[in-house]
Every structure is written in structure tokens, then in C-alpha cells.
């Protein structure tokens, strides 16, 4: 049975149990602070279970692209040295919402397991909750009453808390669970040790592939559990691991998910990989198989993240997928010998293989590839470095063992991973000081930790049962009542509180568009509010403090100045989007924005810098659609099939609703959930002010609109009208500027034809200062030159023979340097390094430097330390 077969037969049997078949929602979570990526199938219906949303059926089923990678479920490390973990994976989930509980849920997935798949049951064992007494919650007696019907009694199992009792996150909905495992080992060894005694023991061929959740429960942030409203079911199958089992194999990676990527990697790197099957392999071959799974593991999360929105980044979301290919890269640099980039070679294998279910990989399997291959460039660059800098580590290292701190600043500054370096000074006969290396580490995670704690208490709830209503897009100004109110404390912005009420205006922040801010206003009191944003369902108001009396009445109030203007940025945000579609092309797609009051920012898909002219055009489009007023066409709840069809752009990595809200000014037309200007006459006028690359094949544009195109010409001809008056109010200032610029010039030669004397008359008396040292000719000495000058000094004087050392310092313009010259036969004979040279002296004028090892110059900043840096250039000589 392929792969394929195996998802479809899962969701048709869901399908024929009543469950409607959703899509996977994108990898990437927004709005919600407690998870960064989608961890299980269960996490886009949080709020159901909740209570917080209605799902638009009780009964759900899908596949969902889950990565765990980092939080509460992260299995990076294991990647690659076992056989059934990975960082992205699929899970097959059925879902009930307050509909069927334990009873059908347990009886579905027998079902399914051993009459659609046909798993003999004899491979089977699950595991029922044993109970947990602080939790206070008991036995699962009615799971294990369902199973009794089904399976002998000692194939049942008792779990414990960590086992048998499933939670998404520190808080959040959870639930005791009964887990399916399967035995895949062969009748020899089953005959050898029971299954049953290998079950959650981390045996390869004994795994876990369907949890079945019971979700009755809500964590709180004080760590309690209080009942939630409803009794759900929430299961995952691990796809993969289903698949291993039902395609006969041992291994994940045996499996038609991971082969074609598995021989693409071969063919790349003329190596090969051992199935699960071939015993007995040679430890060279084992590390070749690891690295292997490595990258075809790697490959997909990174892809999949990228064609979801998420870029490599230094921070957040981004950073987690640059570490996770970091990783790939890294294993098939030392294991696989791969030192160009190839990581990128597996994305069309991979869209070829997912893309008929998953389409975002195949539309977008260009930019996947891109992105990949200059990432893989740059870190590749780094390694190299890396290496350079751990030669010369390794050359200063006294005795055996290298210091961890010097470790951790490769690793810190550089991304050099630690095994590698580990790795490297084995080969040389070096050590690392690795505990020096982790208490560097935890140094800066300590320090950054304290950075982003945050404290958030549960909420409070002064209006129980109240769906909050958003009545923004038709007021900026409403009567409300606080619902629920909550107190987070952190590290970064100090105390705050997030007040939620019963029908806001106040836009929270997304799709780009910044947050309202705003008051609410009763009868006695102005509370001020600095920032609104979404938390799944809810819309957060953020105060410095809470009102005396929280269950008054209050006037919710938007502050429209700064609305208006965000409006105007975002209504030529999508003008922008249709201008560049239009003047470059369809290949430009949405990969992040940015609108607020005073700008708008916009990433987007194309493989070139843009011309001025394309740049012009762009601006010229925009403007013809302000100039034409064109009116604001708002249709709210429209089927997202039938926005999509009239033509509606829509984003990847975006997770839309059934019912859209759609905007339009004249031919342009997007799915959007922002606030936008009636007639774009409002936008006035717009602005580019810079055009860049943020990754391989993705560019920025930078725009303005309204006030700030008014600001910026006005600051522009305030800085004109200073230059006239510099230049004495020209006449023509051009004309004033090309004249001085020749001037210059003439100058500059002038002084290049003084230096040159100068140099000339300083050699003839420097010859007799030169000293000999052990059959060194050396000279170390501050000289009133310029740069160019002490570099045209040092060859002079170096041509007087090939054992000349020169150290010369010179403070132009109060800049310190030093000059240092070796000949080229000292370089050879005595093993002298001008760079060293410069790079250890340096460090008295604050500075550094390098060169060539027969000539290096070092730039600083304290002239005071020159001296030093000679006395010690003498002393080095001796
Ligand atoms: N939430 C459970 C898990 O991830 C079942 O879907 O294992």
C-alpha cells in the first residue's frame, strides 16, 4: 500500500463515519503566544475544545503537518539516530467535539486498524491511563472496559502521567489518553521477549502510532485542572510510522515517504544508505546512514515552513527552522563530504512526492528551492571560516586542551556547531574543554531566559459565557462591558493587563496591519490603551492599568488619527501587490508585511534586484490608482471558494475561514481581514524609499504614503536649502559641487606627490635607527605619516634586505595604526606571521586587523597605546 493509499483510507473511513475532512492547517501559528508551530493535529482546535469557538462540525478529520521541534514536544536531537522520530511529520486525527467520547473512538481506530488496514491483531498492545492521585484524577476505567472487548487483557497496559496523559503545552486543554502500539519484530524475537515488556522502552520496532486523548480537562497557569465545559476526543496516528507498519519495513525511512528522497541523496553524493534490514554495518556506514536520515528528515520540515510563510530568520519561528537546516547542512558537510550546497537538490523529489496533496510545495517549489540554496551558500561560508578561525585557536592553544569559552564564541558568533568542533580537534589530537563550553552556555541561556519570562495569571472572568463581537470595520467608537481580565508580567514590558470586552472596535493586530490603540472611557475614568492584538479567538486590549471599577460601563475609543494612517498604508499595500504582480509578474507572492502609522513594509517573492524603472513604474502605477478615487468595495462573508474564483488573492500559510472578507478598489482584490481607506483619493500620494533583498529570491520594499510623503519632501528640501547655505548660496549648486569635487582631486595628488618625499627623507634617516637583533634588522617606530604613506615606508625600507622585521605606527587624524612588514625569508625560515604580529599589538590601540604573514596592517582606537604596542613589538623580538 502506497503512502498515498494510506492517507486516503484513513480520511475516507473518517469521512464514512460522519466526520468532515478539513486541510492541514499551515505549520506556522499565529496568534496564539503559548506555541510557536503546529505540534499535533489538536492545536487548530484549541478553542473548540475550550469553548471559545464553535468548529462548524462536531466530528473532524484530517492530516495535519506537525513539527516538534521546539517547547514542551521536541525530538530534534533524536533525528537521525533512531528510526521513527523526526522534526516535521504528518498525524491523522479524528476529532470530536463534545460529540462520540471513548466508546466510538476506541472502536473507530480498532476498527480501522485491524479490518481496513488489516494489522494482525496479535501485533497489537495499548495502554489505558493507570490514574494520578495529586492530579486527582483516577483510573481510566471505562477505556479499559472498551478495550476488554476487543483485545486479551494482558495486551492492555497501565499507564502513567507522562504516558497516559496527554497536554499541548504548560497550559491548555488535555486529558488522559490510551495509546496503540504495534510490534513489528519478527517471530523469532517475539518469541524472545515479549512485546508487552517493550512498550514505551524506546525499542525501534516496538512504537507507539495512534493516542487516542480523552480531553476532559483545561491546565491553568497556576498548574491546576479544572474541568473543561465538554467531554472531546482528540487522536493523532504518527503517517509515517503507519506507514512502516502496513509496508512491512522496520523503519520510517524504508518506507515510500523517505525513499525517492533517500536515492536523490545518493545519487548527489555517491554514497549509500543501508535499509533497516542490512545487520551488522560497518561504524563508517552507520554514520553515513544517520547523516542521511538527517537531511531527508530535515529537508521536509524546512520546506514545508518555508512554502508556509516561514523564512530562516535570526529570530523566533524563522531561527528554529535556520537551526534545523543548520543541522542537515552540518551533517552532510562532515559525514557526507557535500561542501557545496545540495540540501536544495531534494525539493522537487520532495514536491513531486507531497505536492498532489499538499499544493503549496509544488507552487512554490522554486522559491523552496532558492531559499534553501542561499542558505545553504551562507552557512556553508561560515563553516569555512569557522575553521580558519579554529586553526588559529588551536595555534594558540598551550598544552592539550582547548578552552571551552573560545568553543562557545565560535558557536555563539559564528553558528560553528560544537560537535564539529569537537570532532575537528579529536582529528588533531586536541580536546575540548566541554565543561567550560556548557557553562558558557548556560551562562547565556540564563541570561536570556531572564530576558523573556513572562508570567501570565488566569484570566478572570467578570461576564462568564460572553462571545466577544468585533465591530470595528463599521465604528471606531462603541459602548462596552469588560468580560475577562487578565495580568502578565514581563521581563521586556513590564506589568500589563489584557482586558477583553464585550463587542470592540478595536482592531487587534494582524495581516500586517499594528494593533489600535485607544482609551475606555467611563463616567469617572480614562483608561489608556497602548496596544491591541489576538489570542486565538479572543481580541486582547492591552492597559498599564486597570480601571478602580472594571464592571462600569465604558466607551470603547479608537484613536482614528493613527488608524487613519495605518488605513492608507494598508489600502496601498494591496495596490502595491497588484502593481507588482502586474509590472513583474504572477510569480510575486505576499511573504510578509508590515503596516502601521508610519510605514508600510512588504516582502515578496522575486528573483531580481528591481530596476529604477520597474520602481518608477510601480509608483506610477500606484498614483493613477489614487488619482482615479477609486471607491472601497468591502464584501464580508462571501465562500472562500467563490472569492478565489472571482479572482481574490490569497496567501499561503494563511488559514482562512469558509466565509471571507474581501477588498477591492478597482481590479485589485484580496482576502483580507484589515481596515482599509473608503476611496484610495484618501492615500494621497505614495512613495517608495528603498527596494532590498531579505533572503534568496524574497525582496522588501519600503513605501509611504500621505503625511509622511509630505514629511519626507519636506526634509529633503530642508536639506537642500543647508547645502545651498553651505556652499555660500550658489547660484547653481550643482555646478558649485562639481568644482569642489576637482578641487579635491587636485589636492589629493598634490598630497600624494608630498608623501612621496616625505617617505624618501624619513628612510634616509630611519636606515641608522634600525637595530639588529638575533640577525634580525629591526625597527620599531611611530612615523608622522599618513596610512598609505607608512605602507609605502615599510616596502622602502623592507628593500634594504631580507631580514628586515618593521613595526610602524602612525596616529593620522588621531586614528592609530600599525604597520608591520616581515621579509619574506623571515616569514619562511623563522615561522613570523605579520598578521599575528598586528593582530596581538593591536590589542593595545583597541583595535585588529590581519594581512598577509609579510604584510599586515591593524587599525585601533586609543593613541595612548601605541607606545605599548612598540615596547612589546621589541620585546617579541628579543
Ligand atoms: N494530541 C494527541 C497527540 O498529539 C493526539 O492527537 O498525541
Redesign the pocket.
Known amino acids: 500500500m502506497t503512502s498515498q493509499d494510506v492517507r486516503k483510507q484513513f480520511l475516507d473511513f473518517f469521512a464514512s463515519k460522519g466526520h468532515l475532512i478539513v486541510p492541514s492547517a499551515p505549520i506556522v501559528l499565529k496568534d496564539d503566544p503559548t506555541l510557536m508551530f503546529n505540534?499535533?493535529?489538536?492545536a487548530q482546535f484549541k478553542e473548540y475544545f475550550l469553548g471559545n469557538a464553535t468548529p462548524k462540525s462536531n466530528r473532524i478529520a484530517d492530516t495535519q503537518k506537525?513539527l516538534r521541534v521546539s517547547g514542551k514536544?521536541n525530538d530534534l536531537e533524536d533525528v537521525g539516530f533512531d528510526t521513527y522520530h523526526h522534526t516535521m511529520f504528518e498525524?491523522l486525527?479524528n476529532w470530536s467535539f463534545g460529540d462520540y467520547f471513548k466508546k466510538e473512538a476506541i472502536n473507530w481506530a480498532w476498527e480501522l486498524l485491524t479490518e481496513v488496514y488489516k494489522i494482525p491483531k496479535e501485533n497489537l498492545y495499548v495502554s489505558v491511563f493507570e490514574g494520578n492521585k495529586e492530579e486527582n484524577v483516577p483510573f481510566d476505567q471505562e477505556a479499559w472496559d472498551i478495550w476488554k472487548e476487543l483485545i486479551d487483557e494482558d495486551r492492555i497496559i497501565l499507564g502513567n502521567k507522562k504516558d497516559n496523559f496527554?497536554e499541548?503545552g504548560d497550559q491548555g486543554p488535555c486529558g488522559p489518553?490510551s495509546e496503540i502500539h504495534v510490534d513489528l519484530r519478527s517471530e523469532e524475537e517475539k518469541l524472545q521477549v515479549s512485546g508487552k515488556s517493550l512498550v514505551n522502552n524506546d525499542h525501534p520496532q516496538v512504537v507507539e502510532i495512534w493516542?487516542?486523548?480523552f480531553m476532559e480537562f483545561n491546565r491553568k497557569a497556576d498548574g491546576s485542572l479544572e474541568k473543561l465545559p465538554a467531554k472531546h476526543v482528540?487522536?493523532?496516528?504518527g503517517f509515517e510510522r503507519l506507514c512502516m507498519a502496513l509496508q512491512g519495513k522496520t523503519s520510517n525511512y524504508d518506507t515510500d515517504v523517505f525513499t525517492p528522497l533517500i536515492e536523490r541523496v545518493e545519487q548527489i553524493t555517491g554514497l549509500k544508505y543501508t535499509s533497516n534490514e542490512v545487520l551488522n554495518i560497518s561504524e563508517e556506514q552507520n554514520k553515513t546512514n544517520i547523516a542521511i536520515r538527517v537531511v531527508v528528515d530535515h529537508v521536509r520540515a524546512v520546506a514545508f515552513a518555508i512554502a508556509d510563510g516561514q523564512l530562516p530568520s535570526n529570530t523566533g519561528a524563522g531561527y528554529v527552522i535556520r537551526r534545523i537546516l543548520r543541522r542537515a547542512i552540518r551533517y552532510g558537510f562532515t559525514f557526507l563530504n557535500t561542501k557545496e550546497p545540495f540540501i536544495n537538490q531534494l525539493v522537487p523529489v520532495l514536491a513531486n512526492q507531497m505536492g498532489e496533496f499538499f499544493p503549496e510545495i509544488k507552487l512554490q517549489q522554486q522559491l523552496v528551492t532558492n531559499v534553501i540554496r542561499e542558505e545553504e551558500a551562507s552557512f556553508l561560508r561560515t563553516l569555512d571560516q569557522g575553521l580558519q578561525l579554529l586553526e588559529n585557536v588551536v595555534a594558540e592553544t598551550k598544552g592539550k586542551t582547548v578552552s571551552g569559552t573560545k568553543a562557545f564564541e565560535l558557536y555563539d558568533t559564528f553558528g560553528f556547531p560544537i560537535d564539529l568542533t569537537a570532532l575537528i580537534l579529536r582529528e588533531k589530537g586536541f580536546e575540548l574543554d566541554e565543561a567550560g563550553f556548557n557553562a558558557a552556555m548556560q551562562e547565556q541561556k540564563n541570561r536570556s531566559r531572564a530576558a523573556s519570562e513572562v508570567s501570565t495569571e488566569d484570566w478572570s472572568v467578570l461576564i462568564p459565557g460572553n462571545v466577544e463581537t468585533f465591530v470595528g470595520y463599521d465604528q471606531t467608537e462603541s459602548d462596552v462591558k469588560i468580560t475577562r481580565i487578565r495580568k502578565v508580567d514581563s521581563k521586556k514590558d513590564g506589568i500589563l493587563y489584557q482586558i477583553v470586552v464585550d463587542n470592540t472596535p478595536f482592531y487587534p493586530e494582524g495581516g500586517g496591519q499594528v494593533g489600535d490603540k485607544g482609551t475606555l472611557v467611563s463616567a469617572n475614568e480614562t483608561i489608556e490603551i497602548i496596544d491591541t492584538k489576538k489570542e486565538n479567538n479572543l481580541i486582547l486590549h492591552f492597559a498599564k492599568k486597570l480601571p478602580e471599577n472594571v464592571n462600569a460601563g465604558f466607551v470603547a475609543k479608537v484613536n482614528q488619527d493613527l488608524r487613519s494612517l495605518s488605513s492608507r498604508n494598508h489600502s496601498a499595500t494591496h495596490l502595491m501587490h497588484q502593481a507588482l504582480r502586474s509590472i513583474l509578474g504572477t510569480h510575486v507572492e505576499q511573504k510578509g508585511s508590515l503596516v502601521n502609522p508610519n510605514y508600510l513594509r512588504f516582502d515578496f517573492s522575486h528573483f531580481a534586484k528591481m530596476t529604477e524603472s520597474e520602481l518608477q513604474q510601480v509608483e506610477d502605477f500606484v498614483n493613477a490608482r489614487i488619482q482615479e478615487q477609486l471607491p472601497l468595495i468591502e464584501r464580508r462573508n462571501i465562500p472562500f471558494a467563490q472569492a478565489v474564483e472571482e479572482g481574490a488573492m490569497a496567501l499561503f500559510g494563511e488559514k482562512y475561514g469558509d466565509e471571507v472578507r474581501a477588498i477591492k478598489f478597482g481590479e485589485s482584490m484580496e482576502l483580507c481581514g484589515g481596515i482599509h481607506v473608503k476611496n484610495t483619493a484618501e492615500i494621497w500620494h505614495f512613495k517608495i524609499v528603498s527596494e532590498g533583498a531579505v533572503a534568496a529570491g524574497i525582496r522588501r520594499i519600503e513605501a509611504i504614503t500621505s503625511d509622511a510623503v509630505k514629511a519626507h519632501y519636506a526634509s529633503y528640501e530642508n536639506t537642500l536649502n543647508e547645502v545651498k547655505i553651505a556652499l555660500k548660496n550658489p547660484q547653481d549648486i550643482l555646478k558649485a559641487v562639481h568644482s569642489m569635487q576637482e578641487e579635491n582631486a587636485k589636492l589629493a595628488k598634490q598630497i600624494e606627490a608630498l608623501v612621496k618625499d616625505k617617505v624618501k627623507n624619513l628612510k634616509e634617516s630611519l636606515i641608522s635607527e634600525i637595530q639588529e637583533i638575533n640577525g634580525i634588522r629591526f625597527l620599531a617606530k611611530q612615523v608622522d605619516l599618513n596610512p598609505e604613506g607608512a605602507k609605502d615606508l615599510a616596502y622602502e625600507l623592507g628593500n634594504l634586505g631580507n631580514n628586515v622585521f618593521l613595526v610602524l605606527a602612525t596616529a593620522d587624524e588621531e586614528k592609530p595604526m600599525l604597520t608591520c612588514y616581515i621579509s619574506k625569508e623571515l616569514v619562511a625560515d623563522k615561522n613570523l606571521n605579520a598578521g599575528q604580529v598586528v593582530r596581538e599589538l593591536g590589542k593595545f590601540i583597541q583595535g585588529g586587523g590581519g594581512g598577509q604573514p609579510f604584510f599586515a596592517t591593524a587599525g585601533g582606537k586609543n593613541v595612548a597605546g601605541i607606545q605599548e604596542a612598540l615596547e612589546k613589538a621589541i620585546e617579541y623580538i628579543k
Do not use: E, F, R
Open positions: 505540534n499535533s493535529g489538536m506537525c514536544h498525524m486525527g496527554w499541548m489518553c493516542n487516542n486523548v482528540d487522536t493523532g496516528m
